[in-house]
């Protein structure tokens, strides 16, 4: 570069590009609709069959019918309610609507971690919270099943923090005391 020219006028600028972070709970969806498909068995080859021309009254007309193409939404809506995913898929976007479902103060203290037959899981980060939101529980079922639908949630699962583990290193004791072994 010449004395008179800066890195602007040379038009290579370097700006920090921030990429989106991505919502984990579509990954969990897709692993949770995977592990579905894995326990139905193996996907049968469809046989071809020859098209036959229709014959008697069997004739195409300018009323829409299930040849025409479809809307995208259709066929999702319709694929979602033939695999069964309708709930699965509900579920999932009222978590991700969770701090507008239960509060922005209850949010900030708790995310929900799983939904299993009716059964969702909350895991609290401490367990005054997880005391509060087992208090609540009756209404947080009233409120999820306002937006899913009536019987989708039958109960609330509080978890509080996780402990920390004590199974630190390659060499444990079975029945060890944790840390309290250390101090005589």
């Known amino acids: 570069m010449s004395e008179g020219q ?26 949770a609709l995977a592990s579905r498909l894995k326990g139905a068995g193996p996907i049968q080859p469809v046989k071809k069959t020859r098209r036959r021309r229709p014959t008697g009254n ?12 479809q809307s995208l939404t259709n066929t999702l809506g319709r694929l979602m309610r033939d695999q069964g995913w309708e709930v699965d898929v509900a579920v999932h976007g009222v978590m991700a609507r969770w701090p507008s479902i239960v509060g922005p103060e209850m949010a900030s203290h708790c995310q929900p971690e799983s ?18 939101v087992r208090l609540l529980a ?3 079922v009233r409120r999820l099943n306002a937006e899913l639908g009536d019987g989708t949630v039958t109960r609330v699962k509080v978890e509080g923090p996780n402990a920390p583990s004590w199974r630190k290193g390659p060499r444990t004791v079975r029945g060890g005391r944790g840390p309290r072994d250390t101090y005589g």
């Open 6 to 31: 800066n890195s602007s006028e040379s038009g290579f600028e370097s700006e920090a590009v921030e990429e989106p972070e991505h919502d984990k709970r579509g990954l969990e969806l897709a692993k």
């Open 58 to 69: 069997q004739v195409s007309g300018s009323r829409p019918d299930d040849r025409d193409p």
């Open 138 to 140: 009756p209404d947080l």
């Open 115 to 132: 939904y299993t037959d009716t059964e969702l899981t909350v895991r609290t980060d401490s367990t005054a919270w997880a005391t509060q």
